[in-house]
């Protein structure tokens, strides 16, 4: 089966096993979560004393490990062992679609971010709140994550005690692949950019034809070439709607280099928002999608070629967090 969904550019039973890993005063726990199993790591610090707070991480558009890793980058176990090192138990694993890719065309019609990463999001929550070394416990979404947290901070209220969203917006994931689109677009040469424009046209009213469809109607069309009815459904959301009203403490991060959710698209558009006294909105001007300032070739920075540069999420962005959390 072809990867599924377009790289912008998931109440289950999870059960310990028994695979334990030191990394320097740290210590890794294996654990499953879920049926069919996903395999996932508890990252703690050693002898912390109890009871500690915790953060589930929840990953960006695509099969992503548990790692999140893209080129040479790993920006969750980046997190995890940074805020580990502050005292923040941090539970990882690998996405449905990575480590179960079968689904069927049909099964793909009525495919939504609730069975990608939703239940194992509540999941991976619920096994933190059973465990009697856990107190708080806080959702980090990244990316497209950052974009269904708020969702399910809403649909699940006594299960998180607050939510960081890292490079996320507000707006919806039609809205970020329009937008990035129009950028390569502006970006090319006069000529060629003429029939992008045209094409970038045809994708617009694909895209508003979509929202105005019924659930129904959505489940037979097909957007950006991939099945609609994941994005209609997605859609229904008002991210920054639910943020609005939402009672948890969040913090909002956003980097200026974001080539992915540009400023537009991020910073700006949550700083254009009502958001209530507990919502912090922070901007880091000179740091990427994945929130790190690799010393990437000229040539490469601004492009998805900036993540083979090998890298490591600031520890600004770690020491926040931190402070998010702890206070």
């Known amino acids: 089966m072809k990867r599924f969904f377009i790289a912008v550019?998931?109440?289950l039973l999870l059960v310990p096993s028994i695979a334990f890993c030191e990394t320097g005063g740290l210590m890794e726990e294996a654990v499953s979560i879920g049926e069919p199993a996903l395999p996932g790591t508890l990252t703690l610090p050693?002898?912390?004393?109890?009871?500690l707070p915790a953060v589930v991480l929840l990953h960006g558009s695509g099969p992503n490990d548990r790692d999140e890793t893209v080129g040479q980058t790993k920006m969750f176990r980046d997190l995890a062992q940074g805020l580990a090192e502050q005292g923040v138990a941090v539970l990882r694993f690998d996405k449905r679609t990575l480590v179960y890719n079968?689904?069927?065309?049909?099964?793909?019609?009525?495919?939504?971010?609730?069975q990608e990463s939703i239940r194992d999001a509540v999941a991976a929550a619920e096994l933190l709140r059973s465990n009697p070394r856990i107190g708080q416990v806080f959702l980090i979404g990244h990316s497209m994550g950052a974009m269904i947290a708020p969702r399910i901070a809403e649909e699940y209220p006594s299960l998180f005690d607050g939510?960081?969203?890292?490079?996320?917006?507000?707006?919806?994931?039609?809205?970020?692949?329009?937008?990035?689109?129009?950028a390569i677009v502006d970006a090319l040469p006069a000529l060629t950019k003429a029939i992008g424009t045209i094409q970038l046209q045809g994708l617009r009213m694909n895209w508003k034809d979509l929202l105005n469809s019924t659930g129904e109607e959505a489940k037979n069309k097909t957007v950006f070439g991939e099945p609609g009815y994941y994005f209609w459904e997605m859609a229904q959301y008002d991210t920054g709607e639910i943020l609005q009203t939402l009672e948890l403490p969040a913090l909002i991060v956003n980097g200026g280099r974001d080539?992915?959710?540009?400023?537009a698209d991020g910073v700006d558009a949550w700083n254009a928002l009502d958001l209530p006294e507990n919502v912090q909105?922070?901007?880091?001007p000179d740091l990427n999608h994945l929130l790190m300032d690799p010393d990437a070739p000229e040539e490469a920075r601004g492009t998805v070629k900036e993540y083979d540069t090998p890298c490591h999420i600031s520890r600004e962005i770690i020491d926040e967090i931190a402070e998010f959390i702890l206070k």
């Open 9 to 11: 550019l998931c109440m």
């Open 46 to 51: 050693e002898n912390a004393s109890s009871p």
């Open 102 to 114: 079968t689904y069927t065309k049909d099964d793909l019609k009525t495919f939504t971010v609730e």
């Open 163 to 182: 939510i960081i969203l890292l490079s996320g917006t507000p707006k919806t994931f039609g809205d970020i692949v329009l937008s990035q689109n129009q």
């Open 259 to 263: 080539f992915q959710v540009v400023d």
């Open 281 to 284: 909105v922070i901007y880091h």
